[in-house]
Nanobody, 123 residues
């Protein structure tokens, strides 16, 4: 079975940092781009960042540029999302997903995604 398990999120104050990790199994990790998306209550899914299988391309949503960093470890089969300078509007459930394409609005190109983890940023 394909599994993508995000690490525990948490509650952080505005301006703080948090690192999420996505542990994967059940598919050939090297073959897929991996992305992080988020969904806040009452809102649509929002692409946050993704990285291609070869690390040749990384995409960040405008909301994430300069604050978030995505990286992948093809040996450990994990993808990390380091978030800094967090804002209350970053509050959402964060999910990792396998992608057919890494780029703008990649939520339209997702194959599988995990349950997600709650990130709450207090003001």
């Amino acid at each position: 079975d394909v599994q993508l398990q995000a690490s525990e999120g948490g509650l952080v104050q505005a301006g703080g940092s948090l690192r999420l990790s996505c542990a994967t199994s059940g598919f050939t990790f090297d073959d897929y781009a991996i992305g992080w998306f988020r969904q806040a209550p009452g809102k649509e899914r929002e692409a946050v960042a993704c990285v291609t299988s070869s690390d040749s391309r990384i995409y960040y949503a405008d909301s994430a540029k300069g604050r978030f960093t995505i990286s992948r470890d093809n040996v450990a089969k994990t993808v990390a999302l380091r978030m800094s300078s967090l804002k209350p509007e970053d509050t959402a459930v964060y999910h990792c997903a396998t992608l057919r394409v890494c780029g703008t609005d990649f939520t339209r190109a997702m194959n599988y995604w995990g349950k997600g983890t709650q990130v709450t940023v207090s003001s």
